[in-house]
């Protein structure tokens, strides 16, 4: 991800978007963490 | 415990401490041990299965007695142990909330046992030792939900692993994906969002509600699926294996053949190359032999009817896009860049829609509820 940036965007900027991004991926897992998904058989615990 | 749970995370750390910090002989064996120690705090049958059948199967094959009995008792004996649990499940012999119902990852530890064995028979496998086989099975990033992943390519990372900042950083962003995957994409967007838009838009229209049921049921499978496998994937980066991927955008897939060369790789792999390419090449029919291996593929998942009818389907489906490929060679090719362009939607469109009505027929808790959905949805014409 952050070399797909550094193709884009200056160094500075590619820093700020990836902690950005990283920080936004992170508050969605936080946000919507729970143990009860929706059930997939595939996990055999 | 599943790999939601916050207490996974500590297990996953301890990995990760034992993959580096132990003296570098001892680094690969160390992740066994803890993979031996979570097996037996938490499902010790599947400890017990796994480690029997190790010992067994490594030892059977090199007593140096004749290789084709070898190779067919210990495919034989794997094969039944398999079998006989997913049966269990089926057939309700346990109750279905038991835990320990299927041993934890015996699917995919079996035909990872089962590779390994046919890759001896054909004098593939490069000098190793009983510890490395051990370690192979014994490994818990893809313990849970695979990749089945192959023995050269582990024991090729086994011995030349060294910590690499740059796959580290790349596991985690794996890892995180994966969550986002399973969490946010599959958890909300598709069984909440997705779940309550499908039943707004479809309540009166039984084919409409099926068809959107279906697609739901698809995409979660997608998502938590590739999900997990970016965490297997993710945690084995971390620890110095690059391991086979497992999805690679399926839901762009241009054909069924395609298709499932993009959804759960390693499975249809493994399928081609144990069950594909030994039954074409005794039949000399690639028809009986795609159609065997698809129906190996789903009764993989379970050993039920429904699970058959599926294979069939998708092994069906398959079969007839070869021969359509045979009779597409007589048209002329397709140069216009929009008239491709198009047909590859259509195409697209055409697979997408093949896989979502396949996946009716294993959504479903039984075969007669199958029968009535279809009957329900083509109610209109009779």
């Known amino acids: 991800m952050y070399v797909f940036l550094l193709n884009y965007f200056s160094k500075t900027v590619a820093d700020i978007l990836i902690v950005a991004w990283y920080a936004a991926l992170m508050a969605l897992v936080y946000l919507f963490y729970t143990t009860d998904v929706a059930d997939f058989k595939y996990i055999e615990l | 415990m599943t790999l939601l749970s916050s207490g996974i995370f500590i297990w996953f750390i301890v990995l990760i401490a034992l993959a580096w910090l132990l003296p570098k002989k001892w680094q690969v064996p160390g992740v066994s041990v803890l993979t031996a120690v979570f097996m037996g705090f938490y499902v010790?049958?599947?400890?017990?299965?796994?480690?029997?059948?190790?010992?067994?199967?490594?030892?059977?094959?090199?007593?140096?007695?004749?290789?084709?009995?070898?190779?067919?008792?210990?495919?034989?004996?794997?094969?039944?142990?398999?079998?006989?649990?997913?049966?269990?499940?089926?057939?309700?012999?346990?109750?279905?909330?038991?835990?320990?119902?299927?041993?934890?990852?015996?699917?995919?530890?079996?035909?990872?046992?089962?590779?390994?064995?046919?890759?001896?028979?054909?004098?593939?496998?490069?000098?190793?030792?009983?510890?490395?086989?051990?370690?192979?099975?014994?490994?818990?990033?893809?313990?849970?939900?695979?990749?089945?992943?192959?023995?050269?390519?582990?024991?090729?990372?086994?011995?030349?692993?060294?910590?690499?900042p740059v796959?580290?950083?790349?596991?985690?962003?794996?890892?995180?994906?994966?969550?986002?995957?399973?969490?946010?994409?599959?958890?909300?967007?598709?069984?909440?969002?997705?779940?309550?838009?499908?039943?707004?838009?479809?309540?009166?229209?039984?084919f409409l509600n099926e068809y959107l049921d279906a697609t739901r049921y698809g995409l979660n499978l997608y998502f938590q699926f590739s999900g997990y496998s970016d965490v297997a994937i993710g945690l084995s980066l971390i620890i110095g294996f690059k391991i086979i991927e497992n999805f690679?955008?399926?839901?762009?897939?241009?054909?069924?053949?395609?298709?499932?060369?993009?959804?759960?790789?390693?499975?249809?792999?493994?399928?081609?190359?144990?069950?594909?390419?030994?039954?074409?090449?005794?039949?000399?029919?690639?028809?009986?032999?795609?159609?065997?291996?698809?129906?190996?593929?789903?009764?993989?998942?379970?050993?039920?009817?429904?699970?058959?009818?599926?294979?069939?389907?998708?092994?069906?489906?398959?079969a007839c896009w070869h021969n359509f490929q045979k009779i597409k060679i007589v048209f002329p090719d397709i140069t216009n860049k929009w008239i491709k362009g198009f047909s590859n939607i259509l195409s697209n469109f055409i697979t997408m829609n093949f896989v979502i009505i396949g996946f009716i027929i294993t959504k479903e808790p039984d075969m007669k509820s199958v029968i009535d959905i279809v009957r329900k949805c083509f109610s209109f014409l009779i």
């Open chain 2, 248 to 318: 690679n955008y399926p839901f762009l897939a241009v054909n069924i053949s395609d298709f499932w060369k993009r959804w759960h790789a390693s499975l249809s792999d493994w399928c081609r190359d144990y069950v594909y390419y030994p039954v074409a090449s005794a039949t000399r029919r690639p028809q009986v032999a795609i159609v065997s291996s698809m129906l190996i593929l789903g009764l993989w998942h379970a050993v039920s009817f429904q699970y058959v009818c599926w294979g069939l389907y998708h092994g069906l489906g398959i």
């Open chain 2, 44 to 164: 010790p049958l599947s400890f017990f299965i796994l480690f029997g059948t190790t010992v067994i199967t490594y030892y059977l094959i090199k007593s140096g007695r004749k290789k084709t009995s070898v190779m067919l008792t210990t495919v034989s004996l794997i094969s039944a142990i398999l079998v006989f649990y997913k049966i269990q499940g089926n057939i309700g012999w346990f109750q279905i909330s038991t835990e320990h119902l299927i041993p934890l990852g015996l699917s995919y530890y079996s035909f990872r046992q089962i590779h390994y064995i046919f890759e001896n028979y054909k004098n593939k496998l490069p000098p190793h030792s009983f510890l490395d086989y051990l370690c192979y099975l014994f490994f818990l990033p893809t313990l849970f939900i695979g990749p089945i992943h192959r023995f050269p390519n582990f024991l090729r990372y086994a011995k030349r692993r060294r910590w690499d």
């Open chain 2, 167 to 206: 796959l580290a950083s790349k596991g985690l962003e794996r890892i995180l994906y994966g969550y986002v995957k399973i969490l946010f994409i599959a958890n909300f967007l598709v069984n909440e969002l997705f779940l309550s838009f499908a039943k707004e838009v479809s309540s009166g229209h039984p």
